[in-house]
């Protein structure tokens, strides 16, 4: 067998020699040999290979198409309410389809990395790839990553459980604790609310320990109406009765009452005054409305009626006695001789019998 190495340069280097046919003959067939021994270990992977991305994708794709008919099947609900009378007060449509939106976001998403990730996993696995320290790295990385951002993290599902029950949706008036106004948008990690003086909240959902919903249900409109001790309890109750009547009969206030204006009672009676209490309940955000509209009517028809309210025109007190010794002022001490004050301040007389 002729050497491989068989000449050598003029520089000292040694140039290979050509191959022979059987050297080429016989590497052939050992390249043969290898792929013949080979190729079904290469068909068996590719195979399941492509078996796992195939199953991946199309489960990816039902289950997201699973999950856009499941938000329009939410969507057509919230739109079938929403032709009803009481729906149109309970149910905002837009608001419906905007959380069913992120709802849906959200779920897909998770699906995706889901099934994508175990569909990864699987095919380093055809390649007879270790996993032991690549999922022990990713769970140290993971846990790391945890700690690390915990307050993103609980951001973030703060944000998603929000959504999902719906405590409160764009163009509700909230009280979230840390600040409170109107929801202008929501995140999954941060919600903003603009205050009653126009400045604008970012608060985030982690955050938020308790809401109060002011857009929700119903509002009650209460107004307290003070008087003096001496009016009529019946006429009183009488005329602000009638104005309760007359607002739930007149437009448009008769569609912002949910129910009858009522007059409670007596809540307080004092000395100067008593307090009877007005309340109704309301659509959501038109209590401050109907309970100036109450305050307004009340007050004019006490004027009419000549019911005197207390802090109005104040009654003239009977004329006093004038007395005589009011501008005189008290008599001195030392208006006396004999009193101590005179006689402390009196000179001493000088002695009359002196000694020499």
Known sequence: MTAFWSAVRADGTQQPAPVTLEEAAERAGDAAGWVEENWSTWLNTGLRIALILTVALVLRMLVRRALTKLIERMNRSAQAVEG???????????????????????????????????????????????????????????????????????????GVFMIMEDQYGVGDSVDAGVASGEVIEVGLRVTKLRGDNGE?????????????????????????????PSEDLDRVKAVIGEVADELAKSEPWNERLWGPVEVLGLTEVLLDSMTFRVAA??????????????????????????????????????EAVADPTAGMSAPSAFASQTSPQSLAASPIPPPTNLSK
């Open 84 to 158: 009803t009378a009481l729906g149109g007060l309970l149910v905002n449509a837009e608001r419906r389809r905007q959380r069913s939106e992120a709802i849906g976001s959200v779920l897909r998403s998770i699906a995706s990395f889901l099934i994508l990730g175990t569909a990864g996993l699987m095919v380093l696995g055809a390649f007879n790839i270790n996993l032991a320290p690549l999922l022990a790295s990713a769970g140290v990385a993971g846990v790391a990553i945890g700690f690390g951002a915990r307050n993103l993290v609980t951001d973030f599902l703060s």
């Open 200 to 228: 604008i909240w970012y608060v985030r959902n982690g955050e938020i320990k308790r809401i109060g919903n002011l857009s929700q249900g119903w509002a009650t409109s209460a107004v307290d109406v003070t008087v003096r």
């Open 281 to 318: 309940k309301t659509m959501p955000g038109q209590a401050l409305g109907v309970e100036r509209e109450l305050r307004w009517r009340i007050k004019r028809a006490f004027d009419a009626e000549g019911i005197r309210i207390v802090g109005g025109l104040p009654q003239q007190a009977e």
